[in-house]
């Protein structure tokens, strides 16, 4: 008979790509509904013919098809956050968890007390969510082009009993007045600046760039991998945000040059493998007719 301990190594040796190791746990955790300590202290617990078929099928799914373990598990782990995704949605990344945290590090560093924060492009809901969760006083907008994805986050966002304000639109289009859709509504009405805080991780990775993908990133949607917003960004975010507040970014590997000369005065900060791949640029910067 097949007990934890067996069935993980038998995950661990199927697992035809280099997370086995990481993706073998989460497996276990979901389908045994353990945690992963669990995964140890009860190693000689056994596992029911029914935990194996669903493990079995996870695999094929995962090697066969190179689908992304968080589609197939519908769920994806963001910080200490565990959210519900599936393929309208981009999976959340590690690099995006450090964006969060160098916001939340900017916010206490800055003395910004009840921020008013916007997600742009937000996805699953991944970085409204963790700022909102983390500072339960700020006020939450996010907005994004896809409906399916602001379905999503809502959901997210229900999950952990958070207010955020989803938004549906191109960009800052909502914002500014340019309104195309009639769910978008323009719910701030006061002058502008609205925002202490301005953050994106938007799709940016090129046409010809995204034709070489490795297979798996074709199963997520393509308006969330490819484009290249910022110039736009920076111009409609020109007077939105607040003094002492900032617009903190990701962007792509190798793309700081072009990014240095969109915004000449952004800091910029590296991921765990020490590649830049967030910038961030003060208010100041954003100032109406300032830099553009
Ligand atoms: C790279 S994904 C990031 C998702 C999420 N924020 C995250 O970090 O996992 C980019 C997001 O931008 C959205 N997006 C693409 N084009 C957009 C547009 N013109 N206006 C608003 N959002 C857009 C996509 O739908 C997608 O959700």
Same mark, same amino acid.
């Given at each position: 008979m097949q007990n934890i301990e067996t069935i993980k190594k038998f995950i661990e040796d199927e697992l035809e790509n280099d997370e086995a190791k990481l993706e073998t746990r989460i497996i276990l955790e979901k389908v045994l509904n353990i945690n992963s300590s669990e995964i140890i202290t009860k190693a000689k617990t056994p596992v029911t013919q029914q935990q194996i078929q669903k493990i079995k099928d996870i695999i094929k799914l995962r090697n !066969? +098809? +190179?689908?992304?373990l968080a589609y197939i598990l519908e769920e994806a782990h963001f910080l200490d956050l565990k959210l519900f995704i599936n393929s309208d949605v981009l999976v959340p990344r590690p690099e995006t968890e450090l964006l969060v945290d160098l916001i939340l590090q900017e916010i206490k560093k800055r003395k910004i007390r009840q921020p008013t924060i916007l997600d742009i492009g937000t996805g699953s809901g991944c970085i409204a969510i963790a700022l909102k969760k983390a500072i339960p006083s700020a006020t939450a907008y996010a907005s994004d082009i896809s409906k399916a994805s602001l379905q999503i986050a809502s959901i997210n966002a229900e999950k952990y009993n958070l207010d955020i304000n989803f938004i549906l639109g191109d960009y800052l289009d909502p914002f500014l007045g340019h309104l195309k859709s009639p769910i978008a509504v323009p719910i701030i009405r006061a002058e502008p600046p609205y925002f202490d805080i301005a953050v994106s991780n938007p799709p940016y990775i090129s046409e010809e760039d995204y034709q070489k993908l490795e297979a798996e990133l074709f199963h997520e949607p393509k308006h969330a991998l490819v484009g290249f917003p910022y110039e736009h960004l920076k111009k409609q975010l020109e007077g939105l945000i607040k003094e002492n507040g900032f617009f903190a970014f990701e962007f792509g590997f190798g793309q700081k040059e072009k990014l240095q000369k969109i915004f000449s005065e952004a800091k910029f900060y590296q991921d *765990?493998?020490? *590649? !830049?791949r967030i910038g961030l640029v003060e208010s100041s910067y954003l100032k109406k007719d300032g830099n553009s």
């Open positions: !066969d +098809k +190179k689908i992304p *765990l493998a020490g *590649l !830049d």
